[in-house]
């Protein structure tokens, strides 16, 4: 009989969900059996709600105050939090009872926080894992009731070191991305209605649809021979408004899968650097201009990514930045033989070897 891992993650962006999934995905090609579930979901109820929607209404109309409590006002909270997962746990623990997993991994510090409490009460008593999704470090993340770390990246594996956690519980494996899918881009061209001949310029705004101005997207559609995909995400008021323009080189998109039909036609995706959707480019050689940050993890992902020279920082003037890139090519030509790059990309292999160890 196949061991049973159960891979929790929240639905709070996509990124984490998608993470869960490529996990997941992995192991049950090394044979595991998997399961995958949102804590917010399994845990539904007022609190979870309410969490939900002050986090969404947060990010979309306060960013600063996230960047202040990502910076900051975590502090107060850290003492807290198996106090508060004390209050938000049974339900997960009846579907640990009737799973019965052989490990039990987590992506997002809400859902580490229920198994930690569990782990510290001896409720559940089997492995427990964290997997991050983004290129630095935070405290809220880490639990001393973890047996093991997944890094994305060896810088997050050293700052653990420096923080007492041992070397050898930590396992640097990327993003653990799919593999990358065999995709003929003329057959995405037809189905999207892109001539052959034409640019691509590639809009992502995330899951919330939030971070672009549409004074820059009028701009942008006076790029000669080129085609406008935008990705709104969730945000269904920003499809409507953008759809409403009119444009006849602007193609809204909601939700949109697989992404990589996306990315194999761009020639430059105008976006925001989340964790995932930053690999995920880096995975096509895709070059990615940052038009929006969101205050907190993705000022940091900005930090990391810049030095390695794996991502441009857009300036006031984008639509000469995009035009530049689309007529030269040049910072794509960089990304062929950019060495960070396999660093974050396709390490399934290493989620294997780290989940073989404990079981």
């Known amino acids: 009989m196949s061991k049973k891992i159960l891979i929790f993650h929240t639905s709070v962006g996509l990124g984490h969900k998608t993470m869960a999934e490529n996990i997941g995905w992995h192991l049950a090609r090394a044979g595991f059996e998997v399961r995958l579930e949102d804590i917010g979901k399994v845990e539904e109820g007022k609190f979870s709600h309410t969490t939900f929607v002050i986090h969404q ?44 997993p052989d490990m ?54 050293q700052a653990l070191v420096a923080r007492g956690f041992p070397a050898d519980k930590i396992f640097v494996c990327g993003m653990a991305l799919k593999p990358k899918l065999e995709i003929d881009p003329s057959l995405v061209r037809q189905k999207l ?23 820059d997207l009028e701009k942008l559609v006076n790029l000669p021979n080129t085609k406008i995909i935008f990705a709104c995400g969730k945000n269904k008021q920003l499809f409507n408004s953008i759809h409403s323009l009119g444009y006849k080189n602007v193609i809204p998109l909601s939700f949109y899968s697989p992404m990589a039909e996306l990315y194999s036609i761009a020639d430059i995706f105008v976006g925001k650097p989340g964790g995932l959707s930053t690999a995920e480019s880096l995975q096509w050689r895709l070059p990615l201009l940052i038009t929006f940050t969101l205050p907190g993890q993705e000022e940091d992902n900005v930090d990391y990514l810049v030095e390695r020279k794996l991502i441009l920082l857009g300036g006031k003037n984008l639509f000469n930045e995009v035009k530049t890139e689309l007529e030269s090519g040049e910072f794509r030509k ?26």
Request: hydrophobic share 45%.
């Open 104 to 157: 039990v991994i987590s992506v997002q510090t809400a859902a580490s926080g229920v198994i930690a409490y569990l782990k510290r009460k001896k409720l559940y008593t089997k492995p427990f894992g964290i997997g991050f999704s983004d290129y630095h470090l935070h405290p809220f993340w880490l639990y001393e009731q973890a047996d093991f770390y997944l890094a994305n990246i060896e810088e997050q594996k």
């Open 193 to 215: 209605g892109i001539s052959q001949n034409e640019k691509v310029v590639l809009i992502g705004t995330g899951s919330l649809g939030i971070g672009f101005k549409l004074e």
């Open 57 to 100: 209404f947060i990010n979309k109309h306060l960013p600063f105050v996230w960047g202040w409590i990502y910076r900051w006002g975590y502090l107060a909270g850290m003492p807290f939090r198996l106090f508060i997962a004390s209050f938000n746990h049974k339900q997960a623990l009846n579907l640990i009872n009737n799973f019965k």
């Open 334 to 359: 960089q990304l062929q033989n950019n060495q960070y790059i396999s660093a974050i990309t396709d390490r399934g292999e290493v989620v294997f070897g780290a989940v073989k160890n404990y079981l």
